[in-house]
């Protein structure tokens, strides 16, 4: 196979270079007749049928998880004029991916409801991916004919039909995912495309990996004069350095909360094998990967151009997913069944989503499609509807079966009552007109520092049912920074393996004597610690009154801030934080 044209070099970074013609991948093939019309049409078929496909697998399996109701909260404090918090008065960033919540923040100005927006936006990003995807793939190989490969790999996997809804991010990662890389295969000498390739951070801290390794493969591509560089380097970190400065100086940390909560930096390797396995291993995921190697080393000279022009487009998504890859299983994976694999399992099909049409090709294509046939019909996680023995859940089956609907969007849980006596216990405090702490489904009710304080392991349900003037917390600390600033304390799920206790919340929170069960001497220990050190700082970096003063501050101490842990037992916090 040879190549049919070289990509371009735009003159506005490379002075005195004019820019040859850029080619389409949906103009017909050379040559002219019914033979080019249907070549033409086939490619058209590549890149636009997968995204049909998995816009209606999505939509029959269109969900709302409880992480997505996060997001929500937030949009809703933004739009009630509280700013971008979770709870009012309390700076506390809750949002891992802040496009995906700036995103929905606009939805919802423009009145559409926040929950569908999140719905039906993650869909549409997701299809349309697909569909820049498959583009950039064909672009690959100039006008030659093609057929699906990697695309089938994609629409074979329940997790993918999953989180092309749920509310979450994955639908905007997996769009920027494929739009940065058909900017970078189509243009890549544009300070528009490292505009885009820039943007990873803000889809998801840990797609800032695959943004270094684009910007990487940009240079490797363009080799810019000094002054394409710095523009280039200006425009892809213009957006996110501006931004980590608005973190730093309003919530006072490097990272979103989450991140924090989950140690994002610790390694587990050992758990991040097993969240590896248990997504292999269910959908045999080692025979479609022997097709794609039989496809990839039979492809000959299919990439146009010559030299490192031609490989690097090729081998940087694949470099990419693999170190998205790395990073999870470091971090010890996720309690979510496949979720965080799939940006990284979309980067290392990106080249070969389509391959030409040759005779090995073809037959590859033949094989994984079969596999996709079995996978989707037959072949399921072992634990379907139920949390697995490593932690590890079915995520959409379990909101399925706890609101007993199958397109859960609104979570009634109409099926699990024990979250329904705790919403009863909320609706009942909001109910008595005092200022009231609710611990926990048991209900107790204490008297408050101020409205209605909750506290509920379901962060997002929490968020639902809690007035936006109260304060909707969690032990693990997704939404509140005490509990995501103490040390691990239990070998429970993965991002939820820290738990406060009610001690620390009734000293923060509430008034008059502990509820039964609680320690008085906890109490007034982590009362005392609270006042001490770094956590009375941490106190005045989320919840003082925002000066330029404590904006300078925040921006100046973030570093340790974030970084800061404490002992989860009070008295020994009391005895190490105040001497």
């Given at each position: 196979?040879?190549?049919?044209?070289?990509?371009?070099?735009?003159?506005?970074?490379?002075?005195?270079?004019?820019?040859?013609?850029?080619?389409?991948?949906?103009?017909?093939?050379?040559?002219?007749?019914?033979?080019?019309?249907?070549?033409?049409?086939?490619?058209?078929?590549?890149?636009?049928?997968?995204?049909l496909?998995?816009?209606?697998?999505?939509?029959r399996?269109r969900?709302?998880?409880?992480?997505?109701?996060?997001?929500?909260?937030?949009?809703?404090?933004?739009?009630?004029?509280?700013?971008?918090?979770?709870?009012?008065?309390?700076?506390?960033?809750?949002?891992?991916?802040?496009?995906?919540q700036?995103?929905?923040?606009?939805?919802?100005?423009?009145?559409?409801?926040?929950?569908?927006?999140?719905?039906?936006?993650?869909l549409?990003?997701?299809a349309?991916g697909f569909?820049?995807?498959?583009?950039?793939?064909?672009?690959?190989?100039?006008?030659?004919?093609?057929?699906?490969?990697?695309?089938?790999?994609?629409?074979?996997?329940?997790?993918?039909w999953?989180?092309?809804?749920?509310?979450?991010e994955?639908g905007?990662?997996?769009?920027?995912?494929?739009?940065?890389w058909?900017?970078?295969?189509?243009?890549?000498?544009?300070?528009?495309?490292s505009?885009?390739?820039?943007?990873?951070?803000?889809?998801?801290?840990d797609l800032?990996?695959?943004?270094?390794v684009?910007l990487?493969?940009?240079?490797?591509?363009?080799?810019p004069?000094?002054?394409?560089?710095?523009?280039?380097a200006?425009?892809a970190?213009?957006?996110?350095?501006?931004?980590?400065?608005?973190?730093?100086?309003?919530?006072?940390?490097?990272?979103?909360?989450?991140?924090?909560?989950?140690?994002?930096?610790?390694?587990?390797?050992?758990r991040?094998?097993v969240y590896?396995?248990d997504?292999t291993?269910?959908?045999?995921?080692?025979?479609p990967?022997?097709f794609?190697a039989?496809?990839?080393?039979?492809r000959?000279?299919?990439?146009?151009?010559?030299?490192?022009?031609?490989?690097?487009?090729?081998?940087?998504?694949?470099v990419?997913g693999?170190?998205?890859?790395?990073?999870?299983?470091?971090v010890g994976?996720?309690f979510?069944?496949?979720?965080?694999?799939?940006p990284?399992?979309?980067?290392?099909?990106?080249?070969?989503?389509?391959?030409?049409?040759?005779?090995v090709?073809?037959?590859?294509?033949v094989g994984?499609?079969?596999?996709a046939v079995?996978?989707?019909?037959?072949?399921?996680?072992?634990?379907?509807?139920?949390?697995?023995?490593?932690?590890?859940?079915?995520?959409?089956?379990?909101?399925?079966?706890?609101?007993?609907?199958?397109?859960?969007?609104?979570?009634?849980?109409?099926?699990?009552?024990h979250?329904?006596?705790?919403?009863?216990?909320?609706?009942?405090?909001?109910r008595?007109?005092?200022?009231?702490?609710?611990?926990?489904?048991?209900?107790?009710?204490?008297?408050?520092s101020?409205?209605?304080?909750?506290?509920y392991?379901?962060?997002?349900f929490?968020?639902?049912?809690?007035?936006?003037?109260?304060?909707?917390?969690?032990?693990?600390?997704?939404a509140?920074?005490?509990?995501?600033?103490?040390?691990?304390?239990v070998?429970?799920?993965?991002?939820h393996?820290?738990?406060l206790p009610?001690?620390?919340?009734?000293?923060?929170?509430g008034v008059?004597?502990?509820p039964?069960?609680?320690?008085?001497?906890?109490?007034?220990?982590?009362?005392?610690?609270?006042?001490?050190?770094?956590?009375?700082?941490?106190?005045?970096?989320v919840?003082?009154?925002?000066?330029?003063?404590?904006f300078v501050?925040?921006?100046s101490?973030?570093?340790?801030?974030t970084?800061?842990?404490?002992?989860?037992?009070?008295?020994?916090?009391?005895?190490?934080?105040?001497?």
């Amino acid at each position: 196979m040879t190549s049919t044209h070289s990509p371009a070099r735009p003159s506005h970074l490379f002075p005195g270079r004019s820019r040859p013609p850029s080619s389409s991948v949906l103009s017909p093939p050379p040559g002219s007749g019914p033979a080019a019309a249907w070549a033409n049409r086939l490619r058209v078929a590549v890149w636009a049928v997968p995204a049909l496909l998995i816009a209606y697998a999505g939509f029959r399996r269109r969900w709302m998880s409880d992480d997505a109701y996060i997001y929500v909260r937030t949009v809703r404090q933004v739009l009630a004029g509280n700013g971008p918090v979770f709870n009012a008065g309390e700076r506390v960033e809750s949002s891992t991916g802040t496009l995906w919540q700036w995103l929905l923040v606009a939805a919802g100005a423009a009145g559409v409801d926040p929950a569908v927006a999140a719905v039906y936006g993650g869909l549409l990003l997701t299809a349309t991916g697909f569909a820049l995807a498959g583009i950039g793939a064909l672009r690959t190989y100039g006008g030659r004919a093609a057929v699906p490969l990697g695309s089938l790999v994609l629409l074979g996997l329940p997790p993918v039909w999953d989180f092309a809804t749920s509310g979450l991010e994955t639908g905007l990662a997996t769009c920027w995912i494929a739009g940065a890389w058909l900017a970078l295969t189509t243009r890549p000498a544009s300070l528009v495309t490292s505009l885009v390739i820039g943007l990873g951070p803000l889809v998801r801290p840990d797609l800032g990996l695959v943004t270094v390794v684009f910007l990487a493969a940009q240079w490797l591509v363009v080799r810019p004069s000094w002054r394409g560089l710095f523009a280039g380097a200006g425009a892809a970190g213009a957006l996110p350095v501006a931004y980590e400065v608005f973190r730093a100086g309003y919530y006072g940390h490097l990272v979103p909360l989450p991140a924090v909560t989950k140690e994002a930096s610790q390694s587990l390797w050992g758990r991040g094998l097993v969240y590896l396995g248990d997504f292999t291993h269910p959908y045999l995921l080692w025979v479609p990967a022997l097709f794609v190697a039989v496809a990839v080393l039979g492809r000959g000279e299919g990439l146009r151009g010559p030299g490192v022009v031609r490989l690097v487009p090729a081998l940087a998504p694949v470099v990419a997913g693999l170190l998205c890859w790395l990073y999870v299983v470091k971090v010890g994976g996720d309690f979510m069944h496949g979720r965080m694999l799939l940006p990284g399992l979309l980067l290392m099909l990106l080249p070969v989503l389509a391959v030409p049409a040759t005779r090995v090709g073809t037959l590859a294509a033949v094989g994984v499609g079969l596999w996709a046939v079995v996978c989707a019909g037959w072949l399921r996680m072992p634990y379907g509807g139920q949390i697995g023995p490593a932690g590890i859940a079915d995520e959409r089956g379990v909101y399925v079966r706890h609101n007993a609907d199958p397109h859960p969007v609104r979570h009634t849980f109409a099926g699990a009552p024990h979250h329904l006596r705790y919403a009863r216990a909320v609706a009942a405090a909001g109910r008595s007109g005092t200022p009231v702490v609710v611990l926990g489904k048991d209900g107790w009710v204490r008297g408050s520092s101020g409205g209605v304080t909750a506290s509920y392991v379901v962060l997002g349900f929490n968020g639902s049912v809690v007035p936006l003037d109260g304060a909707a917390l969690d032990p693990i600390g997704l939404a509140y920074p005490l509990a995501a600033h103490s040390e691990r304390a239990v070998a429970g799920r993965v991002g939820h393996d820290k738990h406060l206790p009610a001690a620390w919340l009734v000293a923060d929170r509430g008034v008059g004597a502990p509820p039964p069960g609680v320690s008085a001497a906890e109490v007034g220990a982590a009362r005392r610690a609270l006042r001490c050190g770094a956590l009375g700082e941490l106190e005045g970096a989320v919840r003082g009154r925002l000066t330029v003063g404590r904006f300078v501050r925040n921006v100046s101490g973030a570093w340790g801030r974030t970084s800061f842990r404490f002992p989860n037992d009070p008295v020994l916090a009391e005895r190490t934080l105040c001497g």
